[in-house]
């Protein structure tokens, strides 16, 4: 009985949390399309895209798989939902990496040949980054929904051929998974450190710390640190949570647990994207300052004309 409140309290609060993460990436999504081409530019815009689209994704999937729990008992379905939800996590784990990536390549300067050659062709080498990242977790995940599909229909040794295969995704994702964190781990404390001496440079010579974007590439440094939290904590729950369900006789995780981690991540990952970006914050802000206006006067605010160029582009 204990068991059954406790599944059905962490499904209220996977649904209330869902409707805020959803309503928050639906604002993202708006900021993203309503934004000037050169105040957001490639390959920002596409991993920013990315990172919302995903996150939505898995709210969608995640909501689906939560009614047909209490609907319908299909392991099948069940199982086949959870295989996307999870592709849809690690995609959105990874496309954080070459975000921070990216903004360890803007921030920080550098004179080796190799990082100056990777300025030059950071687009491109996003581009492909992301495109490995499909092959990679999109393989992983369509193998599943067929050994999820075929798993009452093996036959003569086909089973172990299926887990064989299993094991090798198994240990080319989570190897893989580690090499990403890595990488964005070693790129947020670069950039830290650079930031660090930077910031102490301009108190030496009596500089202003009150530079705006100084600002804002601090707050994407935080952001990223604790992003690489959630994102150590998701890659190092994945292969514990199988060791404990296949290894341990007496305890494991169940998956109720591990989709509470799932949607720990996906919250604090909207919080760090609303928070980390500016353009998201500054377009909150002027929404909150605009409902404001309107709740105080009943009124929408006129837009300001400021110059013959304002004009023009009402």
Known sequence: MARKSMQHLNSSLGRQTSVLNLLA???????????????????????????????????????????????????????????????????????????????????VPSQQVLLLWVKKKIQSIIYLMMLL???????????????????????????SV????????????????????????????ATTHYLNKHMKSLSAS????????????????VTGIAQGGLCFLCT????????????SPYFYFDAYIHITVLNLYISGTTVNLGVGQTLFRERAVHVWEAVKKILCTGKAPVPVIESLADYQRL
Not at 166 to 179: E, G, K, Q, R
Not at 236 to 247: A, D, E, G, K
Request: glycine share 4%; charged share 10%; aromatic share 20%.
């Open 25 to 107: 990436n639906i604002f993202f999504v708006f900021c993203l399309m309503t934004s000037k081409t050169q105040q957001v530019k490639q390959p920002l815009t596409i991993l920013l895209g990315s990172m919302v689209s995903f996150t939505i994704l898995y709210l969608l999937f995640f909501t689906l798989m939560t009614c047909i729990l209490e609907w319908v008992e299909s392991f099948v379905v069940v199982n086949i939902i959870y295989a996307i939800v999870t592709f849809l996590t690690r995609g959105n784990m990874t496309t954080y990496v070459w975000l921070m990536f990216y903004y360890y390549i803007m921030i």
């Open 133 to 159: 990242d499909g092959v990679i977790f999109l393989g992983e995940a369509c193998f599943q929904i067929i050994y999820i599909m075929d798993y009452s229909r093996f036959y003569n040794g086909t089973e």
């Open 162 to 189: 299926y887990d064989e295969i299993d094991i090798a995704f198994f240990s080319i994702v989570n190897i893989y998974m580690f090499l990403c964190l890595f990488v964005m781990m070693i790129s947020c404390f």
């Open 206 to 221: 009596v500089g202003s710390l009150s530079n705006s974007r100084l600002h804002s590439q601090i707050r994407v440094t």
């Open 236 to 247: 190092m729950w994945n292969p514990l949570y199988v060791i404990s369900y296949f290894l």
